[in-house]
């Protein structure tokens, strides 16, 4: 009878279990993402809020409504698919919701996994959580699978050639993973930058233009994990100050664009230090006794600056200076398991953002399709230029081919990490 009672008991707790998780998907992926949901209802399933800010006043736009996809495009898009696996990749989606809840959005996961970290530590184990490794000196980060660069390579290719045409420059720039290519584990059980060095050998071969900022940062002999946060996947706000700078003396000397270098000379800028203030990404996973929290720089301008900002999904339309590119809301409180400072800069990841500059009425439109690294780049990147739209194609669902003819801009960047790789999203430039 006892043990019957404990089996009963076993799977009552199974079932309460999976039913969060599932409760939670569900919340977080239709009733908030699909449908802007904010409630009594969705704050009560997560009133633990393990990670997770429901946005205020989010705008639900259709983009395809504004930029609509033609047939003619469908053509660049069906090249992608027949590269990449596309019911692979809807399973492997599938699988990583499921597994992203099981690990991420149990009811108080943080306690629980405490509770499993000081047990370890008791027994004399020093494991990290799920794919989390330490890289030897304290700093974080998770592997990336070996992708075959072929699909993207096309995508990136056609997207070339469709600008040729309408006479628009075209980049495509390879962000550093945090995993240097002088780490033991690249190339044994981590293929980020084999899958760089493959991606630059494909697009070298169809004359794609291309920056690869790990070359720089070899040139420049810069230490590679220190330009990282520690608990973080990301590059630093400083690094971001560094790659715009890279990017402007690219751009004046092969686009002939005209960007005042001195606006990427850290010496023009003011770095306000939040001590202690940042628990990253990789840090939430294994907790604050396995990764102490981290500064926190939040860099702005000396010199004077004046910006109109647009953000539709936020509903945001002001104009001021540098610090209207900055979401305070991320730096007035310091919650290290439900906020990320990261998301601070340019309002974090947006499907549209459009920047124009009124100090520099002569300069260039450039559109950047970037990730999360670029959202420290793109703010001082627009202190040269006259107009900069930002799209992140993991959340617009226009057409790109669309938006380019109706904004005309004279060049358009393609700016990602190697992480990017497997997203066949990311690389639709339909």
Do not use: C
């Given at each position: 009878m006892t043990r019957n009672l404990v089996v009963r008991s076993c799977v009552v707790v199974l079932v309460l279990f999976m039913g969060?998780?599932?409760?939670?998907?569900?919340?977080?992926?239709?009733?908030?993402?699909?449908?802007?949901?904010?409630?009594?209802f969705t704050g009560t399933v997560f009133f633990d809020n393990t990670g997770m800010k429901i946005q205020q006043n989010i705008v639900n736009?259709?983009?395809?409504?504004?930029?609509?996809?033609?047939?003619?495009?469908?053509?660049?898009?069906?090249?992608?698919?027949?590269?990449?696996?596309?019911?692979?990749?809807?399973?492997?989606?599938?699988?990583?919701?499921?597994?992203?809840?099981?690990r991420d959005n149990l009811v108080n996961r943080i306690a629980f996994v405490e509770w499993a970290v000081r047990y370890e530590k008791?027994?004399?184990?020093?494991?990290?959580?799920?794919?989390?490794?330490?890289?030897?000196?304290?700093?974080?980060?998770?592997v990336e699978e070996k992708y075959d660069p072929a699909g993207y390579a096309a995508s990136l290719a056609e997207l070339y050639g469709f600008l040729q045409g309408l006479g628009i420059d075209f980049l495509y720039v390879q962000c550093p993973y945090k995993i240097a290519p002088g780490d033991p584990i690249s190339g044994t059980g981590d293929f980020s930058n084999q899958n760089a060095?493959?991606?630059?050998?494909?697009?070298?071969?169809?004359?794609?233009?291309?920056?690869?900022?790990?070359?720089?940062?070899?040139?420049?002999?810069?230490?590679?994990?220190?330009?990282?946060?520690?608990?973080?996947?990301?590059?630093?706000?400083?690094?971001?100050?560094?790659?715009?700078?890279?990017?402007?003396?690219?751009?004046?000397?092969?686009?002939?664009?005209?960007?005042?270098?001195?606006?990427?000379?850290?010496q023009g800028y003011?770095?306000?230090l939040y001590r202690n203030w940042f628990l990253g990404s990789l840090g939430k996973k294994v907790t604050l006794l396995q990764a102490p929290a981290e500064d926190f720089t939040l860099i702005t301008p000396r010199f004077d600056t004046d910006f109109s900002l647009t953000i539709p999904e936020v509903n945001l339309d002001t104009r001021g200076n540098f610090d209207i590119f900055i979401d305070h809301f991320w730096l007035d409180t310091q919650d290290y398991y439900r906020l990320s400072p990261y998301g601070a800069y340019?309002?974090?990841?947006?499907?549209v953002i459009m920047v124009h500059n009124f100090l520099a009425p002569e300069g260039k439109k450039i559109l950047l399709i970037k990730d999360s690294f670029a959202d420290v780049v793109s703010p001082f990147l627009s202190t040269g230029t006259a107009d900069l739209h930002i799209l992140d194609l993991r959340h617009f669902n226009g057409s790109i081919r669309s938006y380019i003819e109706k904004n005309k801009p004279d060049m358009v960047m393609v700016m990602y990490n190697p992480s990017a790789m497997g997203n066949e999203k990311m690389f639709d430039f339909r």
């Open positions: 969060s998780i599932l409760l939670r998907a569900f919340t977080q992926n239709v009733l908030i993402e699909k449908l802007y949901m904010d409630n009594v736009i259709n983009w395809a409504q504004f930029y609509p996809f033609s047939d003619v495009s469908d053509t660049a898009n069906n090249t992608i698919k027949s590269r990449l696996s596309g019911l692979k990749q809807r399973i492997t989606a599938i699988e990583e919701v499921i597994e992203g809840y099981t008791t027994v004399g184990w020093n494991f990290l959580n799920g794919d989390v490794i330490d890289l030897g000196d304290g700093y974080l980060s998770e060095d493959d991606l630059w050998y494909a697009l070298s071969m169809k004359s794609v233009p291309y920056l690869d900022l790990r070359k720089n940062i070899r040139e420049e002999g810069l230490e590679h994990h220190a330009l990282f946060y520690k608990t973080d996947h990301h590059w630093k706000a400083e690094t971001g100050l560094w790659a715009g700078g890279v990017l402007m003396d690219h751009l004046n000397r092969n686009y002939g664009f005209g960007f005042d270098l001195d606006r990427a000379d850290p003011h770095y306000a340019m309002y974090g990841d947006r499907q």
